[in-house]
């Protein structure tokens, strides 16, 4: 039987297939590669492209391959995006979501991992931020996050269905390998942004406030290695076959970094001074984000493997240094 997983061609749904070939699973994308890459599709998986609004092209793959669960990416993720176009937010990721789940009901499929997000809890109640605060977002790709959760929750309680969301945090870093790694078009998230500066394509980097009341006025976030995410839904996987109930999780290090940290240590991790220029505030950012993950590292037993920021960009620093251009 195979895992099929949407959104394989995407940066952390890449990252996650290649760990489940190396964890022996057969392997199933599907992807419109409308912000994923070919070049992202492991050469071992069987690919294909199409889009998940689609029910009869998603009820013919399910025909055709032997599914055994399904781990879902496929998803719009862009916060400004999402604010300036939410209807594209709630076709892709609402509709499609239950094209999916239609599909999957009438043939018999009974596990889904699906990708959430810290943004579905918007400002914190309390740090580090736990599964069961409150959650009300503060833009619109949260927003559809937490309403394709609740889709799943009234859908596993009508059908024979579990599911395990994961709600990641600030997701970075490379394939340690550096064979995949992170692209966006446009880009938008803060490391590979400063690494475009030692590439030579930026001349600084904009920090974006530095008026929040934290340490240096910088927001604080958790940044997680994708690998460590993959990891985490290879677990939620097991977990699920193992008969485990329907569950969310966050995933995180438990640990926060100001931007000025993150620009700091790129400069060490480089060699290159990476001039920054101090901004405006940028809508709807939170000042601090962190998580505590102890209920993964309980119930999965997830233990991240890069707790070390050095680290993480040093990942993230040899795929953008081979691939400047992204794929
Ligand atoms: N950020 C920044 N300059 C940039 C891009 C991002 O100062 O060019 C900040 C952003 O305001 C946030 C942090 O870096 O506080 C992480 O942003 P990113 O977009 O990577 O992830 P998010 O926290 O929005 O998921």
Redesign the pocket.
Known sequence: MSILVLGGAGYIGSHTVYELIDAGEDVVIVDNLQTGFREAVHPKAKFYEGDIRNREFMDSVLEKEDIDGVIHFAASSQ?GESMKDPLKYYSNNLCGTEVLLESMVAHGIDKIVFSSTAATYGEPESIPIVETDRTLPTNCYGETKLSMEKMFKWTSKAHNLRFVSLRYF?ACGAHPEGMIGEAHNPE???IP?ILQVPNGQREY?????NDYDTEDGT?V?DYIHVNDLAQAHILALKYLREGGASNIFNLGNGVGFS?KEVVETARKVTGHPIPAKEEER?AG?PST?IASSEKAKEVLGWKPQFDDLETIISTAWKWHQSHPQGY
């Open positions: 916060v600030n938008t998230h803060l942004l980097i904009s920090i974006f406030g927001c976030r931007v940028r950012d984000l």
